[in-house]
């Protein structure tokens, strides 16, 4: 093929190539502060359609008849129309990669100048259309330039070059590649605008300005590659925090003095009733291991798997304190999910602040209910009770920041929500809402 034929191919695929990085950066999601990705976006649209129409354009000339003539005229317009204005995205795009508020300065004065210079260019453009000011198409449907052509060319020079100083005044402020590249982007299209004086019959600077975008989605494609190297890191030390946080959370649980006492209990019940102590053994390993086993729990669990959970904690405490409560439940619902370990501490509350501190006639009461938009689970006691406005010290604080633990894992895991209502002497009551859609947050 000769470079007659392979001028328009180039030029063509070149506007595909364009138009499909375009596409892709815009499909990619974006994040606050990628301005300059956005530009690329523009050029690529505004670089894909300037080849496309000078291939339509190159493909029709000589050709008979007013489609070709109407295909020449508009493929010549559109090209000259995106070479004025690439410049304006490509200063955007400069200023863009700037730090500390460099680039809004430069906008500021030189975008006027780039302005003025685009809009100018752009009048020619519309005038040579009746009198072939840059360009004229003769009666054969030949293209041809005007004696206003090089005039066009020096403004749009003295652009390139206003880019050029920017560049070389800042350079320190830049990563050595990012700086090559802007360099690339202006040395091309700038040292092929001047090869092109000369040099008659092809635009050297649209070949120029489809290797330019090229390498800009190259180079935006890398970036691309690195954010999301990024965020995948960044999901994996998350994964480990939320680990972390679970196995803080399930040790938290196993409290030393309550592991200490149950042994204790179990030791002198083996010496009293047997049955009972190897059911505390049991009771206590079940215990054991479900809060070992909640550290992997990343989703929830089943309600009666809770429950079971809560009935070993209380036959352990019931050992320890067999006179001073009782507890029944009623739970008719159980056919939802909520996060491992959330009814537990609520229940361990009920226990240690609530009906042990009376001496006896403790009754510690969990239900279920649902309702139209919820999952219910009531935590109650006829206990001590607290003031919610009393100031926190000692274990308070701790038992404070448990609760907080429980709302936030409610929160995260089910979208449910903790409330809870307390008076003195009266007793306390927690209640958990669950909601049935696991998007509502009502």
Known sequence: MDLTGMYPAFELWGGVFCLVGGVSLLLARTEKGETGRRYSICMGFTGGMMLIADALAWLFRGMP????????YAGNFLSFLGNYWLPAILLLYI?????????????????????????FNTLL?????????????????????GSFLYFSWLFTGMTLAAFLLLLIK?????????FLVLISLILIPG???????????????NLGSAVCLAMLFIIELLRQKERLEKQTNDLKERDAVIREMQTSIALSQIKPHFLYNCLNTIYVLCGKNLELGRRGISDLSDYLRANIGSIDSRVPISFEKEKEHVIKYLDLEKLRFPDEFSYSFFTPVTDFTLPALTLQPLVE??????VVPLGNDGIILITTRETDRHYVITVSDNGAGFDPEAPLSGDDKAEHIGIRNVRE?????????????SVINYGTEAVIRIPKNPNSRS
């Not at 008849?65 to 020449?72: E, F, K, T, W």
């Not at 800042?170 to 990012?178: A, D, H, I, P, T």
């Not at 040292?191 to 004086?197: E, G, V």
């Not at 509350?349 to 609530?354: L, P, Q, S, T």
Request: net charge positive.
């Open 95 to 119: 200023c863009a990669c700037f730090e500390d508020g460099k680039g809004d300065e430069y906008l500021a004065w030189l975008m006027p100048f780039v302005m003025v210079v685009s809009i």
């Open 409 to 421: 894992r409610l929160k995260r895991l089910s979208g449910g929500e903790l409330e809870i209502q």
């Open 349 to 354: 509350n009920a226990v240690r602040h609530g």
């Open 170 to 178: 800042e350079r320190k402020s830049l990563k050595k590649q990012q």
């Open 191 to 205: 040292t092929l605008l001047a090869i092109q004086i000369p040099f008659y019959g092809y635009s050297l600077t």
């Open 65 to 72: 008849g007013v489609i070709p003539r109407l295909m020449v």
């Open 125 to 145: 453009l519309i005038i040579s259309q009746f009198n072939g000011m840059l360009y004229y198409i003769d009666e054969d449907n030949v293209y041809h330039r």
